[in-house]
């Protein structure tokens, strides 16, 4: 069900308290006031992200956990909404993979729905805070991929998203992991956290989440990440320049992340890793 995100109320041009959505870009917009710039990410990074995403090891290996976890732990949902799609790299997998699924994405910042559009024609997208989904009961898995980490509040997004889905709806999440990996990449990237596992696993339970399944990735090249961050522990850096590899570093990268892909598609769980992908089951 859609609903006007001031009063709860059934409909987006709700009868009773007379609000309406706004139109912004093309694209139906829930938060104008933050839809071209906030604290949780630069709008300026899009363009060359949309760039290097397609080609890039580590939005490739995680596009295919992604996909591999769908399968295995929702293939039967029939209506998915990415929170905070960016670009619309995710959702352009997604599509391929599972072309009979209603495609949905939200973005706070409308300018990268621009991108989403041209990858995934077919999707619904719009401009939201994804503090206060206009949504209840709508979805049947909602997915929010290195979302959280950008949002002070992240128990408000995961009480949103849970009111959001459909009763027993999935929930996938990746979010970067270990806090003493924290560094100016963080800063730069506008993080306000790394997460532990418990935290995570904690954050899901009291939203009201059955957690399914979860794992560390990253993990074979964990101890390249870690050298690299502890370096850059006082460096002021930009937050792009670990996405501009070499084509071999890239290829080489790629192949260890695919081995570890293959670890996991066994029910292998890495214990550690840079990145941390966690799925559960609304209750």
Same mark, same amino acid.
């Given at each position: ?33 933050? @839809? ?43 209506? #998915? ?13 997604? @599509? ?48 929010? #991929? ?34 003493? %990996? ?15 596992? @418990?935290? %995570?696993? @904690? ?66 769980? #890495?214990?550690?890793?840079?990145? %941390? ?7």
């Amino acid at each position: 069900m859609k609903i006007c995100p001031q009063c709860g109320s059934e409909g987006w041009n709700c009868a009773s308290c007379g609000w309406k959505v706004e139109t912004m870009g093309g694209f139906p917009a829930f938060s104008p006031s933050l @839809a071209n710039e906030n604290e949780g990410f630069k709008a300026d990074y899009f363009p060359e992200l949309a760039a290097l995403e397609e080609k890039n090891f580590w939005f490739r290996a995680r596009n295919r956990l992604i996909i591999d976890a769908i399968g295995r732990h929702f293939h039967d949902a029939s209506k #998915f909404m990415e929170v905070g799609c960016g670009t619309g790299y995710v959702l352009s997998g997604v @599509a391929r993979a599972f072309p009979q699924m209603e495609l949905w994405g939200s973005e706070i910042h409308v300018s990268a729905l621009g991108f989403a559009a041209s990858r995934v024609k077919h999707a619904h997208l719009i401009q939201m805070d994804a503090r206060s989904m206009p949504f209840r009961e709508e979805f049947d898995l909602i997915g929010a #991929f290195d979302v959280l980490e950008h949002i002070v509040e992240d128990e408000a997004v995961l009480s949103s998203m849970h009111r959001s889905l459909k009763p027993g709806g999935g929930l996938l999440l990746t979010v970067p992991q270990h806090p003493f %990996l924290w560094s100016e990449q963080d800063v730069a990237a506008c993080h306000v956290r790394r997460y532990r596992e @418990a935290e %995570l696993g @904690a954050k899901l339970e009291k939203a009201g989440f059955e957690i399914l399944t979860k794992t560390s990735f990253v993990s074979l090249l964990f101890p390249l990440m870690m050298a690299s961050r502890l370096l850059a522990k006082q460096t002021p850096t930009d937050p792009m320049s670990e996405l501009r590899l070499s084509s071999f570093t890239n290829a080489f990268f790629e192949t260890v992340m695919k081995c570890e892909a293959s670890m996991i598609k066994t029910n292998f769980r #890495f214990p550690f890793g840079g990145s %941390l992908m966690m799925a559960g089951r609304k209750k």
